[in-house]
């Protein structure tokens, strides 16, 4: 393997966008996402750059470094965002790793979260302790989403009994604080006196129980979490306010790119996005963390530069599921659950639950601004009384996507209409009278919450609900995710890949981020089982039988995760389970907690551990399902690396990583073993394709340093078909070749060449007499990853991946 020290190196792997016609963009070849932390600060980044660089990265991609909740290990919970974190090392830690980057000619994209702040501990965020204390006349009070119509702001923070909580209130000692156990609130000036019940009384607040906060919240928030207060950046003067940090890095020139968070929450994306790209001027690379649907775009009038990839993982890792292994795991899947259900209908009826529980709050808003437009006031002449939360639910239920952004989306809206008025055509005046209004005014309160919280509702209902129900093949159950599509073929996934280079360039790809269901390894091993359905059956039916939970569904979750994380020691699989049976809301749930349930779930992975001869079984099963699935591993990884985008690889998953959802994909990165093995493959060495993860380093490090040194390569895009027996098991493209830059281009050209469905090509015998005709009729091509010639201009797919299960050619430049 060729070192980056070797390498035909260019001044900075921050580029300028080669695509003529767009504004020149500072994309990198790749980036590497770090989770910043008091665990992994500022410093510790400085320290891994060295590896980074040598990996062949072309930028840092920086979890949000604003001043957060203490102990926070993600960030997202932004308490002052008008200073960077201490806990992660503060300015001085900020700017030494900016100068550190720029040494190494290294970007820096930085994650924003312009929708909400922390208020879990109020004292930590100075904005919401003044709103608290002095109430709508705070000069904080216009930053904050709340309706003061409604009363003093609710704050779910008390026991299930109230009154028995309210007994526990005290004043502080200097009667400037109500303490509530550890918790602790602002006392108004002149509110002092009497008891702690009286003074609680006369505040701009209420504390109340958490059970309250589902239905009666007086706030907006981020979807269901109170400690998590949106902000009013719609506001050109909150704008400033939370922008105007991280704007003096950009113009200071030390952040290259910005990542914002969840813009679907916002009153406006389009025009924030706008103001934003105004602000960091046309030359920033701008991404959203848009979960887009399966057909759906971003829309046009948005000045981003793309996603942050979750529409790529749907096709990547769809195109290693065999989709003949659809039909026995459904019929089993009814089996075992003892009902058949659709991915549409179970979708709708989560969301519907949701709607009508944990987010009650924020229907209850919309319903009350509704009652206020006449002709919704018209509609409801002669109607039940709750015939309004239920049109307003059953509207936000039938999004086919996240959100409509009116005027643009109307379509999504429309469909929303017709699946509301065909559950509940008894609501169809009502619900005609709120598309029309909508539309009527779209940018007026009553659109601007729909759209808000339509994402909410889809959030919450499927990510969060139907994807820890419906679990025929959790593989499938991802961000971004469709599980009722059952893979994705070679053809589609060609017709993806041609479009993103097209449309949208520079645009992130990822596998795994910290938001994932599951690791990439994971998904890749899983995917495995769609090639030996009636296998997986035969086993799942045993060990239930010998280790049986409380919920059917949470049985296949379960025996799918433990053998697509194997081995993971009890106590991350108990913790996986407890919140993945409380988020599935079946026998428990975080808000109604069963007992008997959770004592159940949480012993589960323990007592399967301790069982020898099952023990015995599931390590037997597992070592069928590995190799096929580092091969799934290696082939998603290449196919990410060098095609159309730029590449995002979280942290670790440059070795094989099996993680579960968070906090478990969080776990602290063993970054010396890659260090290390990162040097001996510099040394020649060839790995194996073993558990340590030395192989897929081997492919991440070459394809990454590839694109950084070679950028020309990795331009234009060409399916290339195998031809033979086994041509459905192999996909190919070719990139930066002449016949795809035109005349006069100088290309010499890249080709990436992944196996897919590795079982079934096992079973078949192997490639036969299988070949990969190449671009151009070349005939000089040369495999980096191997170090190893070509064989002709269409060489035999059972040479070519003779020693791995992927190809990565080039041709002298």
Same mark, same amino acid.
């Given at each position: 393997?060729?070192?980056?020290?070797?390498?035909?190196?260019?001044?900075?792997?921050?580029?300028?966008?080669?695509?003529?016609?767009?504004?020149?963009?500072?994309?990198?070849?790749?980036?590497?996402?770090?989770?910043?932390?008091?665990?992994?600060?500022?410093?510790?980044?400085?320290?891994?750059?060295? *590896?980074?660089?040598?990996?062949?990265?072309?930028?840092?991609?920086?979890?949000?470094?604003?001043?957060?909740?203490?102990?926070?290990? =993600?960030?997202?919970?932004?308490?002052?965002?008008?200073?960077?974190?201490?806990?992660?090392?503060?300015?001085?830690?900020?700017?030494?790793?900016?100068?550190?980057?720029?040494?190494?000619?290294?970007?820096?994209?930085?994650?924003?979260?312009?929708?909400?702040?922390?208020?879990?501990?109020?004292?930590?965020?100075?904005?919401?302790?003044?709103?608290?204390?002095?109430?709508?006349?705070?000069?904080?009070?216009?930053?904050?989403?709340?309706?003061?119509?409604?009363?003093?702001?609710?704050?779910?923070?008390?026991?299930?009994?109230?009154?028995?909580?309210?007994?526990?209130?005290?004043?502080?000692?200097?009667? @400037?604080?109500? &303490?509530?156990?550890?918790?602790?609130?602002?006392?108004?000036?002149?509110?002092?006196?009497?008891?702690?019940?009286?003074?609680?009384?006369?505040?701009?607040? &209420? %504390?109340?129980?958490?059970?309250?906060?589902?239905?009666?919240?007086?706030?907006?928030?981020?979807?269901?979490?109170?400690?998590?207060?949106?902000?009013?950046?719609?506001?050109?003067?909150?704008?400033?306010?939370?922008?105007?940090?991280?704007?003096?890095?950009?113009?200071?020139?030390?952040?290259?790119?910005?990542?914002?968070?969840?813009?679907?929450?916002?009153?406006?994306?389009?025009?924030?996005?706008?103001?934003?790209?105004?602000?960091?001027?046309?030359?920033?690379?701008?991404?959203?963390?848009?979960?887009?649907?399966?057909?759906?775009?971003?829309?046009?009038?948005?000045?981003?530069?793309?996603?942050?990839?979750?529409?790529?993982?749907?096709?990547?890792?769809?195109?290693?599921?065999?989709?003949?292994?659809?039909?026995?795991?459904?019929?089993?899947?009814?089996?075992?659950?003892?009902?058949?259900?659709?991915?549409?209908?179970?979708?709708?009826?989560?969301?519907?639950?949701?709607?009508?529980?944990?987010?009650?709050?924020?229907?209850?808003?919309?319903?009350?601004?509704?009652?206020?437009?006449?002709?919704?006031?018209?509609?409801?002449?002669?109607?039940?009384?709750?015939?309004?939360?239920?049109?307003?639910?059953?509207?936000?239920?039938?999004?086919?996507?996240?959100?409509?952004?009116?005027?643009?989306?109307?379509?999504?809206?429309?469909?929303?209409?017709?699946?509301?008025?065909?559950?509940?055509?008894?609501?169809?005046?009502?619900?005609?009278?709120?598309?029309?209004?909508?539309?009527?005014?779209? =940018?007026?309160?009553?659109?601007?919450?729909?759209?808000?919280?339509?994402?909410?509702?889809?959030?919450?209902?499927?990510?969060?609900?139907?994807?820890? &129900?419906?679990?025929?093949?959790?593989?499938?159950?991802?961000?971004?995710?469709?599980?009722?599509?059952?893979?994705?073929?070679?053809?589609?996934?060609?017709?993806?890949?041609?479009?993103?280079?097209?449309?949208?360039?520079?645009?992130?790809?990822?596998?795994?981020?910290?938001?994932?269901?599951?690791?990439?390894?994971?998904?890749?091993?899983?995917?495995?089982?769609?090639?030996?359905?009636?296998?997986?059956?035969?086993?799942?039916?045993?060990?239930?039988? /010998?280790?049986?939970?409380?919920?059917?569904?949470?049985?296949?979750?379960?025996?799918?995760?433990?053998?697509?994380?194997?081995?993971?020691?009890?106590?991350?699989?108990?913790? *996986? %389970?407890?919140?993945?049976?409380?988020?599935?809301?079946?026998?428990?749930?975080?808000?109604?907690?069963?007992?008997?349930?959770?004592? @159940?779930?949480?012993?589960?992975?323990?007592?399967?551990?301790?069982?020898?001869?099952?023990?015995?079984?599931?390590?037997?099963?597992?070592?069928?399902?590995?190799?096929?699935?580092?091969?799934?591993?290696?082939?998603?990884?290449?196919?990410?690396?060098?095609?159309?985008?730029?590449?995002?690889?979280?942290?670790?998953?440059?070795?094989?990583?099996?993680?579960?959802?968070?906090?478990?994909?969080?776990?602290?990165?063993?970054?010396?073993?890659?260090?290390? @093995?990162?040097?001996?493959?510099?040394?020649?060495?060839?790995?194996?394709?073993?558990?340590?993860?030395?192989?897929?380093?081997?492919?991440?490090?070459?394809?990454?340093?590839?694109?950084? *040194? /070679?950028?020309?390569?990795?331009?234009?895009?060409?399916?290339?078909?195998?031809?033979?027996?086994?041509?459905?098991?192999?996909?190919?493209?070719?990139?930066?070749?002449?016949?795809?830059?035109?005349?006069?281009?100088?290309?010499?050209?890249?080709?990436?060449?992944?196996?897919?469905?590795?079982?079934?090509?096992?079973?078949?015998?192997?490639?036969?007499?299988?070949?990969?005709?190449?671009?151009?009729?070349?005939?000089?091509?040369?495999?980096?990853?191997?170090?190893?010639?070509?064989?002709?201009?269409?060489?035999?797919?059972?040479?070519?991946?003779?020693?791995?299960?992927?190809?990565?050619?080039?041709?002298?430049?």
């Amino acid at each position: 393997m060729t070192s980056s020290s070797e390498s035909p190196v260019s001044e900075s792997p921050v580029s300028e966008s080669p695509v003529s016609g767009r504004p020149a963009r500072h994309v990198p070849s790749s980036t590497y996402r770090l989770q910043f932390s008091a665990q992994q600060t500022f410093a510790h980044g400085v320290a891994l750059l060295d *590896y980074l660089d040598a990996l062949g990265v072309g930028a840092l991609y920086a979890s949000p470094l604003l001043e957060s909740g203490a102990g926070s290990n =993600h960030g997202y919970d932004v308490v002052d965002p008008t200073r960077v974190s201490a806990e992660r090392g503060g300015e001085l830690g900020r700017k030494d790793l900016v100068a550190a980057l720029r040494e190494r000619g290294l970007g820096l994209l930085l994650d924003i979260v312009p929708n909400h702040v922390g208020v879990d501990v109020p004292l930590a965020n100075p904005w919401w302790w003044d709103v608290l204390t002095h109430g709508r006349s705070s000069r904080h009070a216009a930053k904050f989403d709340v309706d003061w119509d409604a009363g003093p702001v609710l704050l779910p923070v008390l026991g299930e009994d109230e009154n028995e909580a309210l007994d526990a209130l005290v004043v502080s000692p200097d009667r @400037t604080e109500l &303490r509530y156990y550890e918790h602790a609130f602002p006392v108004a000036p002149g509110t002092a006196d009497g008891t702690a019940r009286e003074v609680h009384e006369r505040q701009h607040y &209420r %504390l109340v129980s958490w059970k309250r906060g589902a239905a009666e919240l007086t706030y907006r928030r981020f979807f269901d979490v109170s400690t998590l207060a949106a902000v009013r950046v719609e506001d050109p003067d909150v704008f400033e306010a939370t922008h105007a940090e991280v704007l003096r890095w950009v113009a200071a020139g030390e952040v290259d790119g910005i990542r914002v968070d969840h813009p679907d929450g916002l009153s406006h994306p389009g025009e924030y996005l706008q103001r934003l790209r105004a602000a960091i001027g046309p030359d920033r690379w701008l991404l959203v963390e848009k979960i887009l649907g399966v057909g759906e775009e971003l829309p046009a009038s948005w000045p981003v530069d793309g996603t942050t990839g979750y529409e790529a993982l749907r096709h990547i890792g769809g195109v290693f599921v065999d989709p003949a292994g659809a039909g026995l795991l459904t019929q089993f899947t009814a089996e075992h659950v003892g009902s058949k259900e659709s991915a549409h209908s179970g979708e709708h009826r989560a969301r519907r639950e949701v709607a009508s529980t944990i987010l009650a709050a924020e229907v209850r808003r919309i319903a009350g601004v509704a009652a206020a437009v006449p002709a919704v006031a018209a509609a409801l002449d002669g109607a039940p009384e709750d015939a309004l939360g239920d049109a307003v639910a059953e509207l936000l239920c039938g999004f086919p996507v996240y959100r409509s952004y009116l005027p643009e989306g109307r379509e999504a809206l429309d469909t929303a209409l017709t699946v509301a008025r065909t559950h509940r055509p008894d609501l169809a005046p009502v619900l005609l009278a709120l598309h029309a209004a909508m539309l009527a005014d779209p =940018h007026g309160e009553l659109t601007t919450r729909v759209q808000q919280t339509s994402g909410m509702i889809m959030a919450k209902g499927v990510e969060d609900t139907a994807f820890y &129900r419906w679990n025929r093949f959790v593989a499938l159950n991802e961000v971004g995710g469709a599980p009722d599509r059952f893979g994705v073929s070679p053809a589609e996934f060609h017709a993806a890949a041609a479009a993103r280079e097209a449309s949208s360039p520079a645009t992130m790809t990822t596998l795994s981020t910290h938001d994932t269901k599951r690791s990439e390894d994971v998904r890749a091993r899983l995917a495995v089982l769609s090639e030996m359905p009636a296998e997986w059956i035969d086993v799942v039916r045993r060990w239930s039988a /010998r280790r049986p939970l409380p919920d059917r569904s949470l049985e296949l979750l379960a025996w799918q995760c433990l053998v697509g994380a194997w081995p993971i020691p009890a106590d991350r699989m108990a913790a *996986y %389970l407890t919140k993945a049976s409380k988020e599935a809301k079946l026998v428990t749930s975080h808000v109604e907690a069963v007992a008997e349930v959770d004592e @159940t779930v949480a012993a589960w992975a323990g007592e399967v551990l301790s069982d020898p001869d099952l023990v015995a079984e599931i390590e037997a099963f597992v070592a069928r399902i590995e190799g096929p699935g580092r091969s799934n591993s290696l082939g998603q990884k290449l196919l990410q690396l060098a095609g159309p985008g730029v590449p995002d690889i979280y942290q670790g998953t440059e070795f094989f990583e099996y993680s579960l959802v968070d906090p478990d994909n969080r776990r602290p990165v063993d970054f010396a073993a890659r260090r290390a @093995t990162l040097g001996r493959l510099d040394e020649g060495e060839l790995p194996e394709i073993g558990p340590d993860g030395a192989a897929k380093l081997l492919v991440t490090a070459t394809a990454a340093r590839l694109r950084r *040194y /070679r950028p020309e390569l990795f331009a234009g895009y060409r399916a290339l078909p195998a031809s033979g027996p086994a041509a459905e098991h192999a996909v190919a493209f070719a990139r930066g070749t002449a016949s795809l830059l035109g005349p006069g281009a100088q290309a010499s050209g890249m080709v990436a060449v992944a196996t897919r469905l590795p079982v079934g090509l096992a079973a078949r015998g192997g490639w036969g007499d299988t070949v990969l005709p190449l671009p151009d009729g070349a005939d000089d091509w040369h495999d980096i990853l191997t170090d190893t010639p070509v064989d002709g201009a269409a060489p035999r797919l059972g040479d070519l991946l003779l020693r791995y299960p992927v190809a990565l050619l080039v041709r002298p430049a």
